[in-house]
């Protein structure tokens, strides 16, 4: 075994920015230089230190792994690699088990080993993709109340409009809950995810306004409220929360405090990376017009006037190649992390316990030794393209895959299939892009789209700028 302080990197000595800096300036772009510099194992720092998404207290380094190989290393060797949250770092009062934090925020990132193994199986059946897709009906009817006034707004900002949808989608199926019903316990669990996950980027960042306060202030209400619909979920309406209750496994009954973090999670996990997606779904297709096209063709072909039906959706392949498609250009899970444990190895190296590990998804989806002109949204790519589960990985793989990988497909499916035959979305004439990588892919400032009643439409070219454009071509 290689020493790890010989693993390749920038040099400490040499270094004439702060790494931690250059990467946070543009994670993917930094990212991609290290790879190309340095190979598939490379320390963000040689000779590790400082951790990048774990306080330097907590981590003896940070390596990125790139690849495909050095993914399923990872992947394939969970005891080796752990998972970890991302949330207690921030709140020493985690480590209390009485804090309502804590208990909201323990769910399957926060398990390893047996535990995770076990958890996992109490919550998995749900998922299953013949439940899923039994709320067609709803993501098509939350669809259209969220989006009824979007044409008369003028331009939206596509980023705050996906993450509204999302969340009312995932509230209503994780929990049981209409959106409208509900519009205070709504806006409450939004803002304060928000405030959550403003605290892990102000933590990266070193934001001077970091709101964890807030987060705290509001744990112990939100536990009260998620608590209450565990109680209530047997007299609900068919949902995640309600399976949970009703259909567990003999002697998997989950307990009312490990349910109420399991829907966190679910709500957590769920809502930025369905928002991201049906973001840079919509966004890819309102700068590939042809695709658009073709894929609202189709739509209309299935619906002929109808509903959508599991069957109909099914049948839609296209449909099925733009979303499989946009997760690889644009993976809302870009880079992915574990934490290494005593006698973990990555190529020649032994990695130390408590080295930060990064694998990203999004490089491997850009490699040009898998995918034909990497760089190019072609949906068409995937009538014949049969990527290993390492060389296609939107939702990681391994035994700690996305569990809400089905679902979130269905909810994709779900919001195209209303808006497209409906709307043409149209971006401005002149837009700049910026990626941004906090836990999801989200681009970097507003991203405006001008909604068109489709009988209105007469589609015309925008000039896309900005850091997009060293990882995707545009026509
Ligand atoms: C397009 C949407 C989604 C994407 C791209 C996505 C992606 C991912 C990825 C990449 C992982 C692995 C993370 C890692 O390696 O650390 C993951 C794990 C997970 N996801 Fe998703 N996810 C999505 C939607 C959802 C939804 C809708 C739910 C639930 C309602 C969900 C629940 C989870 C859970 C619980 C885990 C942890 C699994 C475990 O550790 O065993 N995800 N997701």
């Given at each position: 075994?290689?020493?790890?302080?010989?693993?390749?990197?920038?040099?400490?000595?040499?270094?004439?920015?702060?790494?931690?800096?250059?990467?946070?300036?543009?994670?993917?772009?930094?990212?991609?230089?290290?790879?190309?510099?340095?190979?598939?194992?490379?320390?963000?720092?040689?000779?590790?230190?400082?951790?990048?998404?774990?306080?330097?207290?907590?981590?003896?380094?940070?390596?990125?792994?790139?690849?495909?190989?050095?993914?399923?290393?990872?992947?394939?060797?969970?005891?080796?690699?752990?998972?970890?949250?991302?949330?207690?770092?921030?709140?020493?009062?985690?480590?209390?088990?009485?804090?309502?934090?804590?208990?909201?925020?323990?769910?399957?990132?926060?398990?390893?080993?047996?535990?995770?193994?076990?958890?996992?199986?109490?919550?998995?059946?749900?998922?299953?993709?013949?439940?899923?897709?039994?709320?067609?009906?709803?993501?098509?009817?939350?669809?259209?109340?969220?989006?009824?006034?979007?044409?008369?707004?003028?331009?939206?900002?596509?980023?705050?409009?996906?993450?509204?949808?999302?969340?009312?989608?995932?509230?209503?199926?994780?929990?049981?809950?209409?959106?409208?019903?509900?519009?205070?316990?709504?806006?409450?669990?939004?803002?304060?995810?928000?405030?959550?996950?403003?605290?892990?980027?102000?933590?990266?960042?070193?934001?001077?306004?970091?709101?964890?306060?807030?987060?705290?202030?509001?744990?112990?209400?939100?536990?009260?409220?998620?608590?209450?619909?565990?109680?209530?979920?047997?007299?609900?309406?068919?949902?995640?929360?309600?399976?949970?209750?009703?259909?567990?496994?003999?002697?998997?009954?989950?307990?009312?405090?490990?349910?109420?973090?399991?829907?966190?999670?679910?709500?957590?996990?769920?809502?930025?990376?369905?928002?991201?997606?049906?973001?840079?779904?919509?966004?890819?297709?309102?700068?590939?017009?042809?695709?658009?096209?073709?894929?609202?063709?189709?739509?209309?072909?299935?619906?002929?006037?109808?509903?959508?039906?599991?069957?109909?959706?099914?049948?839609?392949?296209?449909?099925?190649?733009?979303?499989?498609?946009?997760?690889?250009?644009?993976?809302?899970?870009?880079?992915?992390?574990?934490?290494?444990?005593?006698?973990?190895?990555?190529?020649?190296?032994?990695?130390?316990?408590?080295?930060?590990?990064?694998?990203?998804?999004?490089?491997?989806?850009?490699?040009?030794?898998?995918?034909?002109?990497?760089n190019?949204?072609?949906?068409?790519?995937?009538?014949?393209?049969?990527?290993?589960?390492?060389?296609?990985?939107?939702?990681?793989?391994?035994?700690?895959?996305?569990?809400?990988?089905?679902?979130?497909?269905?909810?994709?499916?779900?919001?195209?299939?209303?808006?497209?035959?409906?709307?043409?979305?149209?971006?401005?004439?002149?837009?700049k892009v910026n990626l941004?990588?906090?836990?999801?892919?989200?681009?970097?400032?507003?991203?405006?789209?001008?909604?068109?009643?489709?009988?209105?439409?007469?589609?015309?070219?925008?000039?896309i700028e900005g850091n997009i454009r060293h990882h995707l071509k545009f026509?």
């Amino acid at each position: 075994m290689t020493a790890y302080h010989l693993i390749p990197g920038p040099d400490p000595a040499s270094a004439t920015s702060d790494p931690i800096r250059s990467y946070l300036a543009d994670p993917l772009g930094h990212m991609s230089i290290l790879y190309e510099r340095y190979g598939d194992v490379v320390a963000l720092v040689r000779g590790g230190n400082p951790g990048l998404y774990l306080p330097e207290t907590t981590t003896t380094g940070t390596v990125f792994a790139f690849g495909p190989k050095q993914a399923e290393v990872i992947l394939r060797n969970p005891t080796q690699f752990h998972s970890h949250s991302l949330i207690s770092p921030l709140f020493p009062e985690c480590e209390n088990k009485d804090s309502s934090l804590r208990r909201i925020t323990t769910g399957l990132f926060s398990h390893n080993g047996s535990v995770h193994q076990c958890q996992r199986k109490k919550v998995m059946p749900p998922f299953q993709r013949s439940f899923v897709e039994t709320f067609s009906p709803d993501i098509t009817c939350i669809t259209a109340e969220i989006t009824s006034t979007w044409d008369q707004k003028g331009p939206i900002d596509l980023a705050q409009e996906s993450t509204t949808l999302a969340l009312a989608i995932l509230w209503h199926i994780v929990l049981g809950e209409k959106g409208k019903e509900y519009p205070h316990l709504l806006s409450h669990t939004r803002s304060w995810l928000e405030h959550l996950i403003g605290a892990s980027k102000g933590y990266t960042l070193n934001l001077p306004d970091n709101p964890q306060d807030r987060v705290r202030d509001e744990a112990s209400s939100i536990e009260a409220t998620f608590r209450r619909l565990w109680q209530e979920a047997l007299q609900k309406e068919q949902s995640i929360l309600t399976q949970l209750c009703r259909h567990a496994p003999q002697g998997a009954a989950l307990s009312e405090t490990e349910g109420i973090g399991h829907l966190f999670t679910f709500v957590m996990a769920g809502y930025e990376t369905v928002a991201s997606s049906i973001l840079w779904t919509l966004f890819l297709l309102a700068s590939h017009p042809n695709q658009m096209a073709q894929l609202t063709e189709e739509i209309e072909g299935h619906l002929n006037g109808g509903d959508p039906s599991a069957e109909t959706i099914r049948h839609m392949t296209y449909l099925d190649h733009v979303i499989k498609e946009s997760l690889r250009v644009l993976p809302a899970a870009p880079i992915c992390w574990r934490i290494a444990q005593q006698g973990a190895h990555l190529g020649p190296w032994e990695i130390p316990a408590g080295t930060e590990v990064i694998y990203s998804p999004f490089h491997i989806h850009h490699l040009a030794g898998f995918y034909d002109q990497p760089n190019t949204f072609s949906p068409d790519r995937w009538a014949t393209l049969r990527p290993s589960a390492f060389e296609y990985l939107p939702f990681s793989a391994g035994p700690r895959k996305c569990i809400g990988a089905s679902l979130a497909t269905h909810i994709i499916k779900g919001v195209l299939i209303y808006l497209l035959p409906r709307y043409h979305f149209q971006l401005p004439d002149r837009i700049k892009v910026n990626l941004q990588v906090g836990i999801t892919l989200q681009p970097a400032a507003e991203l405006p789209m001008k909604i068109i009643p489709r009988h209105l439409a007469s589609p015309t070219p925008s000039e896309i700028e900005g850091n997009i454009r060293h990882h995707l071509k545009f026509q």
